[in-house]
T-cell receptor
């Protein structure tokens, strides 16, 4: 079974530029997550989709970050314009459809390392 | 307030020995889950073990066990018979039932180095 795919693996941009990351979850996984992991910290959830609907974007800086999941499969996370503090690894994860109880294992992709100069 | 606290930035252990990675948590929700993930240098997060707040026994998965002390709000990971491949970052995470939809909150991690 193929895992969560992400691209690109690395990206270097200058501040105020735009950047986009792509994620392809495991086939059949209804729930998709984007995490931001700043160096020296644990991952922080930015946004969570269930199929193509957003269920949690409380920690997404909406003035510069946006995300979409068209057709409930692939997802794109965009930063426009980027700031120095956006330098981080952006992790995508997916899991089977979840409700408000119980849990399903989240499978993570390899991440995209973003450097903003 | 920090929901998950990992006080050990780094730990060293010799191959074949056991090591304990500390994790304390803070929640007022009686229903929650605790997770440990491993992050090797390649970057992906690998799920290791899960403990539910109502589970009567400590979780065990192969060489990994979770020392769950509910009254102390601690969920330490024990790795027995360490291997060189265990060298990685280890993250403790919590899911609270009242947040819904599987939201995980992670600690800052502990870097484990296993020496020959």
């Amino acid at each position: 079974e193929a895992g969560v795919a992400q691209s690109p693996r690395y990206k270097i941009i200058e501040k105020r530029q735009s950047v986009a990351f792509w994620c392809n979850p495991i086939s059949g996984h209804a729930t998709l997550y984007w995490y931001q992991q700043i160096l020296g910290q644990g991952p922080k959830l930015l946004i969570q989709f269930q199929n193509n609907g957003v269920v949690d974007d409380s920690q997404l800086p909406k003035d510069r970050f946006s995300a979409e999941r068209l057709k409930g499969v692939d997802s794109t996370l965009k930063i426009q314009p980027a700031k120095l503090e956006d330098s981080a690894v952006y992790l995508c994860a997916s899991s089977l459809r979840v409700g408000t109880s119980g849990w399903n294992e989240q499978f993570f992709g390899p991440g995209t390392r973003l450097t903003v100069l | 307030a920090q929901k998950i606290t990992q006080t050990q930035p780094g730990m060293f252990v010799q191959e074949k020995e056991a090591v304990t990675l500390d994790c304390t948590y803070d929640t007022s929700d009686p229903s929650y889950g605790l997770f440990w993930y491993k992050q090797p240098s390649s970057g992906e997060m690998i799920f290791l073990i899960y403990q539910g707040s109502y589970d009567q026994q400590n979780a065990t998965e192969g060489r990994y066990s979770l020392n769950f002390q509910k009254a102390r709000k601690s969920a330490n990971l024990v790795i027995s018979a360490s291997q060189l491949g265990d060298s990685a970052m280890y993250f403790c995470a919590m899911r609270e039932a009242n947040t819904g939809f599987q939201k995980l909150v992670f600690g800052t991690g502990t870097r484990l180095l296993v020496s020959p």
